[in-house]
């Protein structure tokens, strides 16, 4: 969340096409300038919106925080939420609770069993929906303001009042095995979980998300219960809602569907971990193209050298079509559709990774030329025009990328209080990007870029290390 993204490794990787034809390359890429002009063309725009975005701090009268931003324009009120924990939290043998978890509590709750519950949220309006991921169980609901009160109980009683009956259990759990078993078929699937253990060990966040077929079999009613409880608590929680509600009637609405939880999460440490790198995984599986992916170290969000990551990652592949490594390996060798860099972040492990796909008789030459770029950068750092087309873009696309609705602002704002920012930050970020200088970048760059980097490729060939 922000752009220090809270997401997964491998399985962000673009499926991307190789370049065939030049003219239609040339083509696509006068698209995507042209695109990118349009951008820059509403983006003062976008900023004025942003900075107009009425957003405060309400505090319940038993101690629930959330940030509004009251919104009366739609009559649509959306609240998001965070408790921390997530399927790091998994037990040994039981991976993938936490997974099953959120799926469940949309299959009944308090007097409600499964059918009542999802004829009683039809009825109100209303969609309601959880996930896990790695640090947190997220959950939303997008109500009509008309009906928030039959919508916010039954978000209450799903919060409170988890069923965890057999029936869906033993319903949800097949769906998210059949999802494995197709997995087992899919090399890109596999590369991501040869991958987390390559890099992270026995870290939790090198285990599968959704479990195995053996830990999942073993997860019974009296775990999901117990999970709940130990993670569906006061202090971990965080709380954004966006839409046609007033403080008063929120602060209400907060005590209603998260007073009644106890007062402290009962969470096993979760050690800080830097990805393992300076290794080659090589994943053989006959497919057309190789995919290559990068990992070099990253930097968290608090640190002072954040923003001057965040600029070196948009001149290094994050800036579409601009960036060094499209130029280099796309508009200037024909040897990939797409590639791209991002900065990829969890709570307790950061990395800044390289991805793409090419043919398989280029691998090596394509990751010859993105090594080769890489270095560049990491000994002369960028310029300074790049630097201010980094800046330009970084301040201006934050509104495109993390505020264009009200779901993806109640996102960002979870985000922003999950790495620990204030409730200015949105107005505070610009001065923070503009205020890093080339010399801080190029220090930046060569810290980060230096390093030799975790590499993966996963196609028909394995003669890539050249």
């Known amino acids: 969340m922000t752009n220090h993204q809270h997401r997964g490794t491998f399985a962000s990787a673009s499926p991307a096409l190789v370049v065939g034809d030049g003219r239609t390359a040339r083509h696509a890429t006068l698209l995507a300038i042209l695109l990118l002009a349009v951008v820059f ?8 919106q942003t900075a107009a975005m009425n957003l405060q701090v309400v505090k319940s ?21 965070v408790f921390d924990g997530g399927t ?57 303001s008309e009906r928030k009160d039959a919508a916010f109980d039954l978000l209450r009683i799903a919060i409170n009042r988890p069923r965890f009956d057999q029936e869906p259990v033993d319903r949800v759990r097949a769906q998210i095995l059949s999802s494995i078993i197709a997995k087992e078929r899919e090399p890109h699937a596999i590369a991501e979980l040869v991958w987390r253990s390559r890099i992270y ?13 053996e830990s999942l079999a073993g997860i019974v009613p009296a775990d999901l219960s117990a999970f709940h409880t130990a993670m569906f608590a006061r202090d971990g929680l965080h709380v954004a809602v966006v839409g046609d509600i007033d403080a008063k009637a929120l602060s209400e ?13 009962a969470l096993a440490p979760v050690p800080d971990i830097a990805p393992k790198l300076g290794q080659w995984t090589l994943v053989a599986y ?14 968290g969000p608090n640190d002072p050298e954040f923003y001057a990551a965040q600029l070196i990652n948009d001149i290094l592949g994050g800036l579409p079509f601009t960036s060094r490594l499209f130029q280099e390996v796309r508009e200037k060798r024909g040897l990939a559709y797409d590639i791209e860099s991002n900065l990829e972040g969890y709570q307790h492990s950061d990395a800044l990774v390289v991805t793409t796909s090419t043919r398989a008789d280029r691998a090596a030459e394509t990751l010859g030329a993105i090594r080769q770029v890489i270095k560049e950068l990491a000994e002369t750092g960028p310029t300074e025009t790049e630097l201010e ?29 999950l790495d620990k920012h204030g409730i200015d930050y949105i107005q505070r970020r610009p001065a923070l990007i503009e205020q890093v200088n080339l010399d801080q970048v190029k220090a930046t760059a060569k810290k980060l870029l230096s390093a030799e980097p975790a590499i993966m490729g996963v196609g028909p060939r394995l003669d890539i290390k050249g």
Request: aromatic content about 8%; cysteine-free; hydrophobic content about 40%.
């Open 41 to 48: 063309l509403i983006l003062p725009g976008l900023t004025a």
């Open 61 to 81: 009268q038993k101690g629930i925080n959330a940030w509004l931003v009251e919104d009366h324009t739609a009559p649509i009120i959306t609240i998001g939420f």
């Open 88 to 144: 790091a939290q998994d037990p040994v043998g039981k991976v993938g609770l936490a997974n099953l978890m959120a799926g469940l509590f949309d299959e009944g709750s308090g007097e409600l069993d499964s059918d009542a519950f999802q004829l009683k949220l039809d009825g109100a309006g209303a969609e309601m929906g959880f996930n896990a991921w790695r640090d947190g169980i997220y959950g939303s609901m997008r109500m009509l």
């Open 201 to 213: 060990g026995t870290h939790p966040y090198s285990r599968p998300d959704k479990g195995t077929k």
């Open 253 to 265: 609405k907060l005590d209603q569907l998260f007073a009644n939880l106890p007062q402290k999460q």
């Open 286 to 299: 006959d497919l057309p193209q190789t995919s290559l992916q990068l990992a070099f170290p990253g930097i």
């Open 389 to 417: 087309a980094s800046k330009k873009y970084s301040i201006g696309a934050y509104a495109i990328n993390n505020l264009d609705s009200s779901s993806s602002i109640a996102a960002t704002l979870i985000g922003l209080q």
